[in-house]
């Protein structure tokens, strides 16, 4: 449990360095709010909350947060990945289902997040050229971690690997 604690601090402090030296500008290079005294235990006004802006779990990932004491799930019910490589006359497939993955975020600053990602069941078939099937299904990895988004993205986070089944 100590470890997990320090490794959340190395990965908020950074964070939060980082945020506190962003400039704050909105869409078109206008000025927003200052909202920078809010935090997750005094949250943002509701007249002064930003646009929502989803990411779409697993799929891409915006340079957004969500506003200090609020937070936001992304959800999937099933999302589908297919991906071919081929060399000489071998060829690779890759195809992977995910079920009810998604996304909960948190804002913990103006300019900081923390997020938790889970993908609770999944199936993935590996082909190998012309033979060789592979066959994985059960629970997927989950990641935790947080956002700072400025004139660069910056992000940490930990893996939980728990590895698909049989």
Wanted: hydrophobic share 35%; with cysteine; net charge neutral.
């Amino acid at each position: 449990m100590k470890r997990l604690i320090r490794a959340g601090c190395c990965l908020l402090v950074p964070m939060a360095l980082g945020a506190a030296a962003c400039a704050d500008e909105g869409p078109e290079g206008r000025s927003v709010a200052d909202t920078s005294a809010y935090t997750l235990f005094n949250p943002t006004p509701a007249d002064q909350l930003r646009e929502l802006d989803f990411d779409g779990p697993g799929t891409t990932e915006s340079p957004y947060t969500v506003d200090a004491g609020y937070f936001q799930v992304e959800m999937a019910l099933v999302s589908y990945t297919c991906d071919r490589n081929s060399f000489g006359s071998d060829t690779d497939r890759l195809e992977a289902w995910a079920m009810t993955h998604f996304t909960v975020k948190l804002g913990l600053l103006k300019r900081l997040d923390a997020q938790l990602v889970l993908e609770p069941y999944t199936i993935v078939y590996a082909r190998s050229g012309a033979d060789r099937v592979t066959r994985r299904r059960g629970r997927s990895d989950s990641a935790a971690g947080s956002r700072a988004p400025g004139r660069f993205l910056l992000r940490a986070d930990i893996e939980i690997r728990r590895g698909a089944g049989r």
